[in-house]
């Protein structure tokens, strides 16, 4: 494993807490990897807790406390979103993009 991330998930929204990489960008191959699966699955947000520069770069949006509260209270309901989820590892390779490096940049 080069990089990854974990986090926590109620209902529709993944509350990352901590992105590691023992070789560079691998935890930016993680975090879009993770954006793709739960995109597919209707999450609504990744929560990224702590407003960075490098996630700004990857996207991250800071969002007014009053929207991310609606946000929460619609999206944090239980849901059976994991009867199929991998029981492993996601390989890079397995993850279809139309161009992954350009999304990363």
Not at 71 to 79: E, K, M, N, R, T
Request: glycine share 6%; proline share 5%; charged share 20%.
């Amino acid at each position: 494993m080069i990089g990854g991330l974990y986090g926590v998930v109620i209902g529709r929204v993944m509350f990352a807490e901590s992105m590691f990489s023992r070789q560079s960008n691998a935890s930016k191959y993680a975090l879009y990897a993770l954006s793709q699966v739960l995109k597919v699955r209707e999450f609504e947000l990744i929560d990224c807790q702590v407003m960075s520069e490098h996630l700004t770069s990857l996207g991250a949006e800071l969002l007014p406390r009053p929207q991310f509260a609606r946000i929460l209270g619609a999206a944090c309901v239980p849901a059976d979103r994991f009867d199929d989820w991998p029981a492993g590892p996601l390989r890079a390779s397995a993850i279809e993009t139309i161009d992954a490096d350009a999304a990363l940049q």
